[in-house]
Nanobody, 121 residues
Framework: QVQLVESGGGLVQPGGSLRLSCAAS????????MGWYRQAPGKQRELVAE???????NYADSVKGRFTISRDNAKNTVYLQMNSPNAEDTAVYYC???????????????WGQGTLVTVSS
């Protein structure tokens, strides 16, 4: 069984910084794309940023230039560095990964449990 475990959420002041981490644990799997989504109260879940195993990046327009996604393939871990957040970035952030089971060779779509980020002074 493969799980995503997130950490790093909490309260951050506008203009501050915060880093989220997400590690995939388990055995017999291979991760491809990893990313972060978020869901604010009353809104749909939306993509924040994603990174392929080869390092290709994709960002939501609203976070370009402020957030940076990176990953450590050896650790199956993805990070989201949030710089200069504002109140509109307040949301539950979910880690996401596409993976291949090396037992059944089936596609796995994985989600973390979510971590709350609150931007407030």
């Amino acid at each position: 069984q493969v799980q995503l475990v997130e950490s790093g959420g909490g309260l951050v002041q506008p203009g501050g910084s915060l880093r989220l981490s997400c590690a995939a644990s388990g055995s017999r799997f291979r991760i491809s794309t990893m990313g972060w989504y978020r869901q604010a109260p009353g809104k749909q879940r939306e993509l924040v940023a994603e990174i392929t195993s080869g390092g290709s990046l994709n960002y939501a327009d609203s976070v370009k230039g402020r957030f940076t996604i990176s990953r450590d393939n050896a650790k199956n871990t993805v990070y989201l560095q949030m710089n200069s957040p504002n109140a509109e970035d307040t949301a539950v952030y979910y880690c996401h990964a596409d993976a291949l089971s090396l037992l059944s060779y089936s596609h796995l779509e994985l989600w973390g449990q979510g971590t709350l980020v609150t931007v407030s002074s």
